[in-house]
């Protein structure tokens, strides 16, 4: 939820085992695959878009990764 009250968007987290196999392997052919995984989501958003999330670390970067049911990527994002 946002301050002013309003649903932005939920996340559940998953275990590894819970991710399917296309997404997986979508992540190990992507320009990521030699970065550490630290956690899975699947996630919602007000808009309706779902998509898994993969959190990744490499050295001092954080990434996250967004993939659709098909196993494509749909989005990455930098994080703090």
Do not use: C, H, Q
């Amino acid at each position: 939820y946002r301050l002013n009250g309003n649903w932005n968007f939920t996340e559940y987290y998953l275990e590894e085992s819970k991710i399917p196999a296309i997404v997986k392997e979508s992540f190990n052919k992507s320009r990521f695959a030699d970065w550490k995984t630290e956690s899975y989501a699947w996630v919602e958003n007000r808009k309706g878009k779902k998509a898994y999330r993969i959190d990744l670390r490499k050295g001092i970067e954080k990434r996250s990764l967004y993939f659709d049911i098909d196993g494509r990527e749909v989005k990455s994002s930098w994080n703090l």
